[in-house]
Structures are given as C-alpha cells and as structure tokens.
C-alpha cells in the first residue's frame, strides 16, 4: 500500500470544503482509502532526526493517506481530489481530448505527450514531481521498467531521438549541475547520492547507454538516471514534454496516461493532451498517448449477484459512475455499458468493476446470509489421525510443541551425527538467514533446541511434536514431498529410554496395532550414529522401518547444548493410516 | 520427632512456673544441646495448642578460634616478648616460631621490643621493658567469662576486626502454656488407613487439621500447544459449517500453481528475492498439464475469459521455479483444477474446501520466532473470489467454491 502524502489544506480547498479528521477518515474508508496518519514535516523530521533538527521546518498538516497498489489514479493531490469528488457526486468524472501531432524518432518502447499551455504554481510543481517519483516507486518497479522525462518543450526543439551511444560519447550537464559531464563520470559522480545510486545499475553494466537528444544535439536526458538541465522545467514552464522509456511497453503507456490525465487539468484548455507520434526504426509509427477509453457490457444481475445485493439497474449505474466509471443503462434487458477510463488501467476484467460497484455500495451495507447448498464436511484422514494422536499423546504427559520447518544444514546433518548428502534435504536458495538454509528432514532438531531453550524448566522435560517434514521425491512434479512424522523426547537425569518406549507402545496401542512380528509392530536393536551405541532400535511395522528409538549420543547432546541425557523417539505416521 | 523424654520435662517444667521458661536455660539445665530442644519446641507446636513460644534473639560476644587460643595462651605480640631471653634472639629464629610474624609487628608497635639490625649474626631482637600487660588477652578473657559489657563497643569491634570476636545470635525461645495446655502428649494421626477403616479405630482417634490454605499436588499432565488449540477450534468450525479439507502437506510448490494459475503476474513484486524463498535444490518443476498451462499463457499476455490481461511475455522458465509454498491458496488452485476435471463425471457433489496449514512467505519470518523455545506461526484468513481464477478455468459447474485459507 503506497503512502501518498497531501497538504491538508490544498486538499479541502481542491475538494470545496473541510472536514473533521473523523470525517475525512470516514470519506477515505468509504472510497476504499484508509487515512494512515496526521502529522507535519516538522513532526516527521523530529521524529526521525531530532526535535532540534525539525526548528525550521514546516508546520503545515500532511495526511499521509494508504492508496491500493493498483491505483495509479490515487498517487497525487489531483488524482485523489478528483477520485473522491466524482465519489461524493460533486464532479463528472473529465474525458480528456487528444490534440494535434508532434514527431519523435525513437527505438522501441518509448512514448511520449505534450501538456500545452500549463500553469504552474509552487504546489503544483511539487505535485507534479512527486507524482513521478511515486509512479517510478510504484508501477515503473523503480525505473527498471519504466523511467519518466518531463521537459521545458520550449527549451528544445523536435523532432527527438531516443537513441544508445557509449558512455564516453555522451556529454551533457545534468539537472542541478554546473558543468558538463561524460556519462561515465555522471556514474562516479551520483554513486555517492542517497536518491539516484539505486537505479545506476540499471545500466551502468551495459556497452551503451540510452539517451534522448533533440534535433540541435542538445540532451534531453539519460534515462533512467538523470534529466538535463538544458530542459529543466521551472515554475515559468508553460509546455511540457513528457516521455517515458521502457522495457515494458503496456506499463510505459500506463504511465504516460496517468502523468498527462492527472496534469492535464491545469492546461489553458483544462484536460486537453497534445498528441506525439513515434516512429520506429522500421518505419512503423504510433500516436501516444493512447488515452483509450474502454467500453465493457454487463448484467447487473452479475453485479447483484457477486455482491450479494439487490438493486435496479439504474442505482447500479449510478454506483460504478460514482467511482469514475462512467456507467449507462443501455435499455437492453438488464444491460449496462461501462466506459473504463485511462485513469483506472487497474480495471482488467468485470470482476474488477463488480468490485468497484461493491465498494460503491458501501461494503458494510451488504447483508450477511447463510449459504444456500448444503455440503457434508470431510476431514483430510492423514489430519484427522493427527488430531486424535495429538490429543492422547498430551494425556500420556507429554507437552506438544510447535517448532520452525526450516533450519540449518548442520541442524539435520553434523549436529546428528549424520551427513548432509545422505539427507534428501531441499535446500533453499535465498535464505533469510543461516538458521533458515534446509526445510528440515527430521523433527528431533526442532524438539532438542526447544528443550536447549528451557533449560531452567523443572525436569523432566517431555515433548512431543507431530508435524511435517520435507524430503525430496523424484516421482512429485515438484521434486520433493512432505512426510508426517511423529517424534518425542524424554529430558531428564536419566535418559529414561524405558518411558520412550512406553510411550511408543502407547502409541502403538492407540493406533491398534499389535506388538507382534509380521502383522504388528516390533522393535529391534540397531546402529544410528545419533544414538548411542547399544541403546537404539529401529521400529518395523509390518515389516519395514518406520523409525527409531532410543539415547541420543552425548557427541549429539553437546552440539545442542544439552546437559542431561535424552532419550528421543521419531516415527512416520502415514503408515498407519 | 524429639525424643519423648525431653518433651515431657519440657512440659512439666512449664507446668511448674506461672509465667514462662527460656529456651537457653532448660537447655542448660537439662544438659541437652539447644538444638535438641528447639527441636522438641517445634514439635510440640506442631501438636496444636499446647505451647505457645515466643522468638527472641539475643546477641553476644563470643571468641573465635583464634581468640580462644589467645585466651589461653597469651596473645601472640606477649609470646613474643615471652620467648625473648635476656641475652635476645635471633630474629630468624624467632620467625619460625608459630606466633612469630605477627607477634613482631605488633610487639613492635607497642614498644615491647627492639631490633638491633647491626648484630653480628643477623639481626637480634632485644627486650625494651621489664614486664608487659597483656591487655588482648585480658579483653578475651573478659567475653569468655561473659562480661563482654565490660569492654567499649570500640574495644570490642577492633577485636572483632582482628578477627579474633564475633557478635553472634542467639535465637531462644520464651515458652508458656498453650491454650489447651496439659502435661500428657497426644499423638495426632495424619490420614485414615485401611487397618483404621477395618478395625473402627478412627473413631477414637484425633486427628491433625489440614492446612486448606496451601496448594495441592499439581497433576503431572502433558499439554497441547497453544496455537494448535486455536487451529483445531478453526477446524472444528470449518467442519461443522461443512467444509471439506484440503490436502495441504506439501510446502514445496511451483510458481505455477502458486502465482501464475492465480493471475499473478510474473514481475509483480511478490514473486521477488526478498518475498518467496526460491528452492536450489530441486529448483525447477515439470509435469504441469499442457493445455492448462498454455490457457494461463494465454490469458497472461493477451487475455482471455473477459479479462485484458496484462500483456507482457509469459515465461515458463519463470512459471517452473520451486519455491516455498507462500500461501495455501496454491492449494486450491490445484484443487479447483481437478475438480474442474472431476466435473465432467457425474455423481459430483457440491463441496467447501478448507485447507488449514502454513504458508511460507517471506514476510512470516519477520514474524516468527520467539524468545522461548516454541517459535509462534501468524494466523490469518483471506477470502478467495472466484472470478479471477476463472480466467484460468474452464467454468466448473455444480461445485461450491467456498474456499477460506488457514495458513
């Protein structure tokens, strides 16, 4: 969720009257909004600087509002003051005109429009910026898809070239500069600037880099990096030139439409665009921006029924109008036309504007009913059995315990005994940390670094768990499946395997198995590097191994830290399902 | 229990006086250690009302080891000036002697003695004066007698310093009658036994009064772990609301299934490094059904079912990633294929699925992992709409889906 920051009071004065905090808060929540904090930059710099630091600053009330990632419509003071006032019915929502034609050259994935006649004041310049700061943050995924230019049209002159030269051939000053520099210099120069050093990599290991020339040879810019100071727009700048290069052409156009339609409003002629034509490298040519204004059908008997409402069609019309979709009753049964505006390119697919409809609505007016099928329930059995082990194992006295899938290789491997090759272990390709590198093989980790946590408990400490683990699995599509196992550990001043083993013929009884050869259950005496030596058997049933049993190794109780001997017990599940 | 003896003189002996006895000097008198009978006090207490003692503590003086030894013998500085004949000695000789290192310097100190450093055959100690007052050890003598008062509570604390005194507590007892005083003990049984039960006894025993103000025994029970109680009453509703649950045991899942057949775009910032955790080892997935997946290609890049899209270049290299499963509505995803295949047979049923069990996003490890030895999981719940799965579905008639995720 994007924080869009707006003065308060520009926002009221757009909007035609104040509000209460609480109001506003309510109006916000209504759209689908949510009003995330009241503060001042003084506020903000005190808070993360020092109140001595903050003495100069502003006092001027921000509301930091929470705008839904898919809105770029909402990134700026004028998106959200129009957004919310078509909402409250006190605007249409405005159509905005394409104009005339200008050239531009340019390779694949750029597009570009003029803003003719535009009046800047200080608030409106800082808008406009901010907008393309956090489109950049937003949709352009930090300029690595999209990178926005906005030039002074009157400083340069078309058409333009969007072209790629080595770094050396390309000399300009930048914005905010003195003097001229090569583009490799320029990546010296900002490595050290908090702001820009996050997109140099963006091109700084390619042969060439883009950049945008006029006709005269005067730079334009270099994007993603930085812009030129040649075509730096002022508070005096009456056209705009925007353009937006790209690795994706639907979101450069995305962008385009939202920088134009949101600015496009303080034009000498209010929502007016001035086309731009591109011209491809093959000849090909397309006018930006697209400002395509969809039309979709629906029933609003579909709507009624998604949202569970009931309304004519006409209030359902009335409703998606409200939120910018400009909606009309076309007199064919229940049919009502939408018309998807550039602003809302969020708006994919019908489900999008039932959506919309329901907020709308209000979704606190919805009403609660019943489901109207009857379906009978069934448990998953391999949880089912679960439960019921869980809940005797607690009655045996043993104290369940709830530990983390994912450790360390040495957790399942040399902290054992064991060796990590030999344990179909999944290894994680980007770990958070080193706790975090293997799903786990076996639950005794888990259970011996839980005891190693509560040393200072009363003994005997006695755990169990029943949980997944992971082990890889060629036959699966995705390589590796997960295993239900059972495991429990007896902590105490000795090791106490008698009661382990109680508790697995316990367990055994539970699951009705017999303590027999062949159709039962039987244990018998075997070697396991994490046990000690004569003091460990492996479990069968019905022939083959399901686990084992028996007193961990001290080689195994020293890597855990463990002071007092241990008796631990750990068995697949799924066998006896 | 004390023996019976001292506890019966005990008794007797309260009888006789009006006001009360101390501790200290029965003790005395009987010629038992004190121990014994704060002993024999405490079980009479325990006997009900028999006696009633009062704690009192009162301080002295008493001489430690070294002290006694002083008492005896002379303080070391005297023993000193003792052992030096008239003609002197030899300071090395008189150094081997037990009291001699301290003696010196002390003996020295007072002007008892003097060192001549020049002597021929090392330095020899000579007598300063005739006779000396041996006044430590006249003070010691004093706290051994019991006239400790005698001497100023200066006196006593350089003493006590040297380690020579300490000021010890003496806990004694002031004993009067109880209220249901009597010479006679009885004894109080603790429980009912079986003999009792069989011969009728207990009816004419007495019996000792239990404490209901102290706990009892705390059962030795096993316990199940919190947040699993939380999940198995989310199961419990679920079930009862007639929901079906869902085959939730595999943490690894493709891309595919996690996001692609979700409409998640392949460049949408959850699918980052930082938010899932990528698999090296199995890395890629294979075996994912053809025509579906080139259904969900489809509606990816150019649209389909009603939906735009997003138009950008599906890859599957990128859909046949391992990662760790980030949520379970992976699960219904694969759910709602095959019973969008099942669909075609009839006898299908309408059916909720539910699957309670854990997602893996990037995000709960922020959360997870507490101070204690039970690491916490987040719960929370996120409804499903339907209709943009279906954008990657054949339409499924006849089934319910009322998903809800318990990760």
């Given at each position: 969720m994007p924080t869009v920051g707006v003065k308060r009071d520009l926002l009221f004065k757009a909007l035609g009257r104040t509000y209460t905090d609480e109001e506003f808060d309510e109006l916000c929540f209504e759209f689908g909004?949510?009003?995330d904090e009241i503060t001042s930059e003084k506020e903000i710099i005190s808070r993360e600087q020092g109140g001595s630091k903050a003495s100069?600053?502003?006092d001027v009330i921000l509301y930091k509002i929470d705008v839904p990632?898919?809105?770029?419509?909402?990134?700026c003071l004028e998106g959200l003051v129009r957004g919310l006032q078509v909402f409250k019915n006190k605007l249409e929502a405005p159509r905005i005109l394409n104009n005339e034609r200008r050239t531009a050259a340019v390779r694949p994935h750029a597009v570009a429009a003029v803003l003719r006649n535009i009046t800047f004041t200080q608030e409106r310049y800082d808008s406009f910026i901010e907008l393309q700061d956090k489109l950049h943050q937003n949709v352009c995924r930090k300029r690595s898809l999209v990178a926005i230019g906005t030039h002074d049209l009157d400083t340069v002159s078309g058409p333009f070239t969007y072209t790629a030269k080595p770094p050396g051939d390309i000399r300009f000053k930048p914005l905010n500069q003195t003097k001229e520099y090569t583009a490799a210099q320029l990546m010296s120069l900002y490595k050290t600037d908090s702001h820009l050093k996050h997109f140099?990599?963006?091109?700084?290991?390619?042969?060439a880099y883009p950049v945008i020339y006029d006709s005269n040879g005067v730079v334009l810019s270099m994007p993603p990096i930085i812009n030129g100071d040649h075509s730096k727009i002022s508070l005096n700048t009456k056209n705009v030139f925007v353009e937006c290069t790209a690795t994706d052409l639907t979101k450069a156009k995305i962008v385009l439409d939202m920088m134009v339609t949101m600015f496009s409003e303080y034009c000498s002629q209010p929502f007016t665009v001035e086309e731009a034509e591109v011209v491809y490298p093959d000849g090909k040519t397309c006018k930006y921006p697209e400002l395509a204004y969809r039309k979709e059908k629906l029933s609003s008997g579909f709507i009624n029924r998604k949202v569970g409402i009931n309304e004519p069609t006409e209030k359902i019309a009335q409703l998606l109008t409200k939120m910018c979709?400009?909606?009309?009753?076309?007199?064919?049964?229940d049919e009502i036309q939408v018309e998807i505006p550039?602003?809302?390119?969020?708006?994919?697919?019908?489900c999008d504007i039932m959506e919309d409809a329901a907020m709308a609505y209000g979704f606190n007016n919805i009403p609660y009913t019943t489901p109207g099928t009857y379906t009978v329930a069934n448990q998953f059995p391999l949880n089912k059995l679960t439960e019921l082990l869980r809940q005797d194992l607690a009655a045996a006295g043993f104290t369940e315990a709830l530990t983390f899938a994912l450790c360390s290789k040495e957790d399942i491997s040399d902290k054992l005994g064991k060796k990590i090759s030999e344990t179909r272990a999944v290894h994680i390709a980007?770990?958070?940390?080193?706790?975090?590198?293997v799903a786990r093989t076996t639950l005794l980790p888990g259970l011996l670094k839980t005891i190693a946590a509560n040393r200072?408990?009363?003994?005997?400490l006695k755990l169990f768990e029943i949980s997944d683990v992971v082990l890889k699995d060629e036959t699966k599509d995705v390589g590796a499946r997960n295993s239900r196992r059972f495991c429990a550990a007896y902590y105490n001043k000795s090791p106490g395997f008698e009661v382990i083993h109680g508790l697995l013929d316990r367990t055994m009884q539970l699951l009705a198995v017999?303590?027999?050869r062949g159709d039962g259950y039987h244990i018998q005496a075997s070697d396991d590097s994490t046990f000690f030596p004569g003091r460990c058997a492996e479990i069968f049933f019905r022939g083959k191994s399901v686990g084992r049993l028996g007193v961990l190794h001290p080689d195994v109780l020293g890597r855990f830290e463990l002071a007092m001997p241990c008796s631990a017990l750990e068995m697949d599940v799924e066998p006896f399902l | 229990m004390a023996d019976t003896g001292v506890l019966e003189t005990l008794l007797r002996r309260i009888e006789k006086v009006d006001d009360g006895v101390d501790s200290l000097e029965v003790a005395t008198s009987l010629g038992v250690d004190h121990q014994v009978l704060v002993g024999a006090v405490k079980s009479l207490q325990a006997l009900g009302d028999l006696i009633s003692a009062e704690l009192r503590s009162s301080k002295h003086w008493e001489l430690l080891g070294e002290g006694t030894e002083i008492a005896e013998q002379g303080s070391h500085e005297a023993r000193v000036f003792g052992s030096i004949p008239p003609e002197g000695l030899g300071q090395s000789e008189l150094m081997?002697?037990?009291?001699?290192k301290i003696g010196f310097s002390k003996a020295m100190s007072n002007k008892w003695i003097r060192v001549d450093k020049a002597h021929e055959g090392g330095p020899r100690i000579f007598r300063t004066v005739e006779d000396i007052e041996d006044q430590v050890r006249e003070k010691l003598l004093l706290v051994q007698r019991g006239?400790?008062?005698?001497?100023?509570e200066k006196e006593k604390n350089e003493l006590k310093k040297r380690k020579l005194l300490s000021e010890v507590t003496v806990k004694s007892y002031w004993i009067t009658k109880g209220?249901?005083?009597?010479?006679t003990i009885t004894k109080l049984e603790t429980e009912l036994t079986p003999e009792m039960i069989a011969n009728g006894s207990w009816k004419e025993k007495k019996f000792k009064p239990y404490n209901f103000e102290a706990m009892g025994v705390a059962p030795d029970c096993g316990h199940m772990h919190p947040l699993m109680k939380v999940r198995t009453q989310f199961r419990q509703i679920f079930l009862e609301m007639g929901f079906t649950e869902m085959p939730?045991?595999?943490?690894i899942e493709s891309s595919f299934w996690n996001f692609d057949s979700l409409f998640q775009?392949?460049?949408?910032?959850?699918?980052d490094q930082h938010d899932t955790f990528f698999l090296s080892d199995p890395a890629l997935a294979h075996g994912f059904p053809p025509d579906y997946l080139e259904r969900v290609k489809k509606v990816h890049s150019e649209g389909g079912y009603g939906s735009q899209g997003y138009k950008y270049d599906w890859k599957v290299e990128e859909a046949q990633k391992n990662i760790?499963?980030?949520?379970?509505t992976a699960v219904s995803a694969r759910m709602l294929y095959k019973l969008a295949q099942q669909e075609?047979?009839?006898?299908c049923h309408p059916s909720g699925r539910v699957p309670p069990d854990r997602g893996r996003g990037g995000r709960l490890r922020a959360h997870a992992g507490g101070p204690h030895g039970h690491p916490a999981r987040v719960l929370h719940q996120t409804r499903d709409y339907q209709a943009p799965l279906q954008a990657g579905l054949q339409p499924v008639h006849g089934?319910?889906?009322g998903s809800v995720q318990l990760p």
């Open positions: 909004l949510e009003l100069g600053a502003s990632a898919n809105r770029y419509d909402l990134l140099l990599h963006i091109i700084e290991d390619k042969p979709l400009r909606s009309e009753v076309t007199g064919v049964g550039p602003t809302r390119s969020d708006v994919i697919h019908a980007n770990p958070k940390t080193a706790e975090f590198q200072k408990m009363p003994l005997p017999k303590a027999a | 081997k002697l037990s009291f001699g006239n400790s008062s005698k001497l100023e209220s249901s005083f009597s010479t939730t045991n595999n943490f775009p392949q460049q949408h910032p959850a699918r760790l499963r980030t949520h379970t075609r047979d009839p006898g089934a319910q889906h």
